[in-house]
């Protein structure tokens, strides 16, 4: 997990002035004008300012979007011309979004784990999201317990059918890798049951021949 929330503030570095001179060279390279109104000797200057604090992942991917011509639907992207400063800014910032709301995520829940501030040092917004976080992880646990067969006992029908029914729960619209991983446990353990089952009925109907 720390590596993990090592890497996304790693990936969330502001982007540096080389960073942001790539990103105009490759843009250039690729055949793309710059916007009219910039004096070209004040070019680095004018998008350093603008992009101040943008995280160098959405400054990248962003400059990768725009050479491709993903933004073609964008009305503020003029197709083949670099974005003027506060509009790549923005557009940076927007693909950087993702990253910093996982890199959230993973934080809240290795606090919710492994809590190490004061509950007086956080503020309410913080704590209601480790609360939150940390009923998911004990609801799943629990769950994954209630579900779980202890060793040597034989599957029972009813613990087979709650599984079944898990399964068959629709997926919500935004599903955390916890909980896909969860689910891939309920599947393994759905199909380990039916394997089971199906050994103990031929067991069964073979006694039942020989008597």
């Keep these: 997990m720390s590596r993990e929330i090592t890497a996304l503030t790693d990936r969330l570095a502001p982007a540096s002035d080389d960073a942001i001179l790539r990103s105009l060279d490759a843009m250039q390279t690729a055949g793309m004008t710059m916007p009219q109104g910039i004096d070209p000797g004040k070019l680095l200057p004018v998008y350093r ?3 101040a604090g943008v995280p160098a992942c959405g400054l990248s991917a962003v400059t990768q979007k725009l050479i491709r011509g993903d933004y073609a639907a964008n009305a503020n992207v003029l197709l083949g011309t670099i ?13 950087a979004a993702a990253t910093r709301a996982e890199l959230a995520r993973r934080r809240d829940l290795a606090e919710a784990l492994n809590p190490t501030l004061k509950a007086a040092e956080r503020s309410p917004e913080i704590r209601e999201r480790v609360r939150v976080r940390l009923r998911q992880f004990r609801a799943e646990h629990t769950a ?18 709650a599984l079944a029914r898990m399964l068959d729960l629709p997926d919500t619209a935004d599903v955390t890798n916890e909980q896909r991983a969860f689910r891939a446990r309920l599947e393994r353990d759905v199909a380990h049951r039916a394997a089971r089952g199906a050994a103990t009925n031929f067991t069964m109907e073979g006694t039942s021949d020989a008597a």
């Design 49 to 51: 300012y603008a992009l």
């Design 83 to 95: 974005p003027k400063p506060p509009v790549l800014a923005a557009l940076a910032e927007s693909e």
């Design 144 to 161: 994954a317990k209630a579900v779980a067969p202890m060793p040597g006992e034989t599957p029972s029908v009813e613990r087979a059918g």
